[in-house]
Each structure stands twice: as C-alpha cells, then as structure tokens.
Nanobody, 122 residues
Framework: QVQLVESGGGLVQAGGSLRLSCVAS????????MGWFRQAPGKERAFVAV????????YYADSVKGRFTISRDNAKNTVYLQMNSLKPEDTAVYYC???????????????WGQGTQVTVSS
C-alpha cells in the first residue's frame, strides 16, 4: 500500500509563504491523484486542494483559491502545496492524501500521511 510523508511546515508571519511537500511510495505511489487536507484545532479535517496524476485537473477550496497552488513532480512521486499570502486562519495540521481515483482523494477516503504543522502568526 501507499506510504505518504509530508514536510515543509513551520511558523510564518501573516502574508508569508511556505511550500509543503509530500512524497508517496509503495504500490499506489505511481499514477495516483494526490491532494491536501487540513485540520485546525477544534475543527474537522477539511479539503484544501487536489491534483490528478498528470496535473491537468486541479481543484481548490474556496478559502485558498488564488493563494495556494498544488503541483507535482511525478519523477519524484511528490506533490507540493505552495502557500502564499498566508493568514492566521490557515493555521492547521496539513495532511497529504493519495489514491488512484480523484474522487477518493477529494472525499478524504484515501491514504494519509502523518501531517505537518503550519502556524501563521498575526
């Protein structure tokens, strides 16, 4: 089965940027749709962004459109989340997810990584 490892989280001031990375390995690491969810303290896990394997189709939550960009390097089985113009409300643990089916990733029913903490200060 697929294994996912996120990295790149940290502390940043409002208006700053971070780039998260997620490396996939295992039998479903190839040709998988990959995406990002986040979970803020006291909140349920929420969809952030998703990309097909080819990158030709992407979707974003309304709260991050125009600020976040999902991309991938399939030679490295890696998906990225470039986060610009960060706001305090973006503070959350960010989780990577992957599956061969885009709909599985978008509904949050696929495999998960361990998460990486993003904290945005005012």
């Amino acid at each position: 089965q697929v294994q996912l490892v996120e990295s790149g989280g940290g502390l940043v001031q409002a208006g700053g940027s971070l780039r998260l990375s997620c490396v996939a390995s295992g039998r479903t690491g190839s040709r998988s749709a990959m995406g990002w969810f986040r979970q803020a303290p006291g909140k349920e896990r929420a969809f952030v962004a998703v990309s097909t394997w080819s990158g030709d189709t992407t979707y974003y939550a309304d709260s991050v459109k125009g600020r976040f960009t999902i991309s991938r390097d399939n030679a490295k089985n890696t998906v990225y989340l470039q986060m610009n113009s960060l706001k305090p409300e973006d503070t959350a643990v960010y989780y990577c997810t992957a599956d061969r089916a885009l709909r599985t990733v978008m509904t949050g029913s696929g495999n998960w990584g361990q998460g990486t903490q993003v904290t945005v200060s005012s």
